[in-house]
């Protein structure tokens, strides 16, 4: 038995293995059920109170309190205090108070810096990459055939299955490959780096603004109260949703069309791009409710984001920007690209 204090001079008799069979930190809920028959209220006397006269609910600490079985926040809480986070509170907090801009302009301006200065060449060097890749599969076509040859003339030396000649020939064809992308320095995956630098950096700056917003941030509500009153036009007040839902359907819109101008751009769409495509629009539009909920800091930032990328995107399909950065071309390259690409949206959505 195990004594269980829950007021001063009252002791409850309960079971060991109540508690000690409750993994985690528990919280007993105790209701004491009185003796029948008495007149006025009810005092229990100091002392022992039987165990058969108690309903007794256990329950975990952590459904109260939202952590974990050790107490420990989420994993939400820890990402937003983490010290990256906490890094890029003090950059957007420098770059306002070096630039003496209001908010809602330093925070489309540091959004621009970042993106030009540190996505953009990863962009360029994506294009570099995909260009190589394209630019070696005729090489690679060629090497295929004559691995094919050089297999089915093995095979018939050694008398070989279908299934083992098969199998030669995408080991071998892979060694090719390999050693064809270590040569040129393309291999696909380098392709993928602007994807994992671009969305750590987003998240950083989307829970950097919700903290200064919230108040949640070392800076304490000093800062809350200048973003409060650091807006504009209709969303005067960073801290408060958009209420107007202009900032998030500007954002859906501008993220719509930046999917469908890659959409146009491909010659051949498999059945996963086709998939990923449809996908990324249902991201798009599942973003409006979401940015009409959250602070207008945020809304503002993903609404700049979006607007840059879009610059960045159109920027990469000039033929002189390419030449410069020397991007290998490619079989979509046009000489008039922007006349192509509005040519491609007008004849898909206004036939």
Not at 4 to 19: D, F, H, M, N
Not at 34 to 59: A, C, D, E, K, W
Not at 99 to 128: D, E, F, H, K, N
Request: include cysteine.
């Amino acid at each position: 038995m195990l004594g269980v204090r829950v007021a001063a001079g009252i002791r409850i008799i309960c079971p060991k293995s109540l508690v000690r069979n409750a993994s985690g930190p528990t919280l007993l809920t105790c209701y004491h059920t009185p003796q029948q028959n008495r007149s006025g209220p009810y005092i229990p006397p100091p002392g022992r109170i039987s165990f058969s006269s108690l309903t007794v609910h256990v329950r975990h600490a952590s459904s109260i309190t939202g952590s974990d079985d050790a107490g420990s926040p989420g994993w939400y809480a820890s990402i937003a205090d983490s010290n990256l986070v906490h890094l890029t509170e003090q950059l957007l907090i420098s770059s306002q108070g070096g630039t003496a801009l209001p908010w809602w302009a330093s925070i489309m301006c540091t959004t621009l810096a970042l993106r030009t200065v540190i996505t953009l060449p990863l962009g360029a060097y994506q294009m570099i990459v995909i260009g190589k890749v394209e630019a070696l599969q005729s090489e690679i076509a060629v090497l295929a055939k004559r691995l094919r040859y050089e297999v089915s003339v093995r095979a018939q030396e050694c008398g070989w299955k279908e299934r083992h000649c098969r199998y030669q020939f995408k080991k071998n064809l892979h060694r090719i490959v390999s050693e064809l992308y270590i040569r040129d320095n393309c291999h696909p995956f380098k392709a993928s780096l602007l994807v994992w630098v671009q969305l750590p950096m987003w998240v950083s700056l989307s829970l950097a603004l919700r903290n200064l917003s919230m108040a949640s941030s070392p800076a304490g509500s000093a800062l809350q109260t200048e973003l409060s009153t650091g807006g504009t036009l209709w969303f005067s007040d960073l801290t408060l949703p958009d209420h107007t839902w202009v900032l998030p359907i500007s954002l859906g819109l501008i993220n719509l069309l930046i999917i469908e101008i890659f959409a146009v751009q491909r010659l051949q769409v498999s059945s996963l791009q086709r998939y990923m495509t449809h996908f990324l629009r249902g991201v798009s539009v599942l973003m409006v409710p979401i940015a009409a909920t959250v602070p207008s800091s945020l809304a503002l930032y993903w609404l700049s984001s979006s607007l840059v990328g879009l610059g960045h995107n159109l920027l990469l399909r000039s033929p002189r920007f390419r030449m410069a950065c020397h991007i290998p071309p490619l079989r979509s390259d046009s000489q008039t690209p922007y006349r192509d690409l509005a040519s491609a949206l007008r004849k898909k959505y206004l036939p």
